[in-house]
């Protein structure tokens, strides 16, 4: 693609059978991902991988590790993707390796709906994830709020 051009989604729309509704930003993240995937890409383009699971894959799948990441997701329900990259991230990577990952891949946002409520998006590694949950459901019980899990 040169410089100036916009790539095309259509592509990807129609295979997945929308007109619109994703945000632009992540359907350009996917197409350059897959891109870089060419067995992803493969399984994808053949029917063998949802949409759901081909964004899951993007996020992790490198050139060098798709060889591995591509059969979990064959066999792994889209709703069960995540917790299995988890387990097999956790299992392949170093220690000081994967916190060094998790904390570069740290966000927070927020924004605030017409109605006055503030929806927070939060990125956190799994210990800190789970400090913040344990501390809104303490919060929840003080203040009588449902914050069901």
């Known amino acids: 693609m040169g410089p100036g051009r916009r790539p095309d989604r259509r592509p990807l729309a129609r295979r997945q059978g929308r007109r619109?509704?994703?945000?632009?930003?992540e359907w350009l993240r996917i197409g350059r991902r897959l891109d870089e995937l060419p067995l992803i890409?493969?399984?994808?383009?053949?029917g063998q991988l949802s949409y759901s699971k081909v964004r899951t894959l993007t996020r992790l799948a490198t050139g060098d590790n798709e060889g591995e990441l591509l059969p979990i997701a064959l066999e792994t329900p889209a709703s069960?993707?995540?917790?299995?990259l988890a387990r097999w991230l956790h299992r392949t990577t170093d220690p000081k390796d994967l916190?060094?990952?998790h904390h570069q891949q740290r966000s927070v946002r927020w924004r605030t709906d017409p109605d006055?409520?503030?929806v927070f998006t939060l990125r956190l590694p799994p210990l800190l994830a789970g400090a913040v949950i344990a501390k809104l459901?303490?919060?929840?019980?003080?203040?009588?709020?449902?914050l069901a899990a």
């Open 20 to 25: 619109g509704g994703l945000h632009g930003a």
């Open 116 to 118: 006055g409520m503030v």
């Open 137 to 146: 459901r303490d919060r929840s019980d003080d203040e009588a709020v449902d």
């Open 41 to 46: 890409s493969a399984a994808f383009a053949d």
């Open 80 to 84: 069960d993707l995540g917790v299995e």
């Open 99 to 101: 916190a060094a990952y």
